[in-house]
């Protein structure tokens, strides 16, 4: 989108593996899904994954909205959170079947 998200020196947004959770004990910690690059989604996507095994979309959202510190997951997170599945099913991260995502090994 309009949005421009500021990388490290050095770092590579297509290989990037790094997320960060909110803290329940520090507010200041909660993110918005709209606040996150499609990168670090999709490293929370592949963390969700990873932990819990195949998931509809629709879930893996949740759970990812969960970790930024929202406390529900609107349908414009839950959209974003697809464009970041999306890009790991481009990439070959994950595959979707029988509408399940899954990490592929």
């Not at 629709?58 to 599945?85: K, N, W, Y």
Request: some cysteine; glycine content about 6%.
């Amino acid at each position: 989108g309009a949005a421009t998200f500021y990388w490290p020196q050095g770092a590579e947004p297509a290989t990037w593996a790094d997320c960060r959770v909110a803290d329940a004990s520090d507010e200041s910690s909660r993110r918005h899904v709209d606040e996150v690059c499609i990168e670090e989604i999709g490293a929370l996507v592949i963390h969700v994954l990873s932990h819990s095994g195949a998931s509809p979309r629709t879930d893996a959202a949740r759970s990812v909205c969960r970790l930024l510190g929202m406390a529900r997951t609107p349908a414009d997170a839950e959209a974003r959170v697809s464009r970041a599945i999306d890009r790991l099913v481009s990439l070959g991260k994950v595959a979707e079947v029988d509408g399940l995502v899954r990490i592929i090994n």
